[in-house]
């Protein structure tokens, strides 16, 4: 089975990479960013709180290939860089944890774009993980990046209730 294409945004990197399970999501994805998104993760990486440390961890783990891009499809923002790569190199999905902007972009962008979460649920669906393990890391991902109930949670609750049914 080929590895989908993925293009990241920092704010799925740092979800992720939060859980025990982005390296082994290697083995059914190729993630792909730009370079805007990881000077996002070099500053981010300079503060020694956790989520310094994870960007420090996914930049040392060299999970995802950082690429150039073109003067006329470089934005000021990782988000909209993102999807630019997305749209160029035809990807398969693109990974987006910020709400607002995942909401802006997705009428510019021809490709699905789903929350991170979806990369645990797609790793649980091909039984590389058990359901549990994989709400486990979701678990994980929630303490991690301090969420409450947010919109990115419910996604993922909604995904693993169907599929325990």
Known sequence: M??????IDTSAAISLGSTSKFQLSTNLFSFISTNR???ELIEISKTT?????????????LIIEFVNMEKELQNSKGEVEVIN????????????????????????C???IRFSPFVIFFLCEKDIL???????????????????????IDYAELLFKKAVK
């Open 2 to 7: 080929s590895r989908l294409n993925c293009v």
């Open 85 to 108: 790569l997305a749209n160029k190199l035809k990807a398969d999905l693109v990974l987006m944890d910020d709400i607002q902007a995942r909401k802006k972009l997705q009428k510019q």
């Open 130 to 152: 058990k359901h549990k393990e994989g709400w486990l890391a979701i678990e994980d991902m929630k303490v991690e990046r301090e969420w409450k109930e947010n919109l990115i």
């Open 49 to 61: 709180d956790k989520l310094g440390k994870i960007a420090d961890s996914i930049l040392k783990s």
């Open 110 to 112: 021809d490709i699905p």
């Open 37 to 39: 998104v990881k000077d």
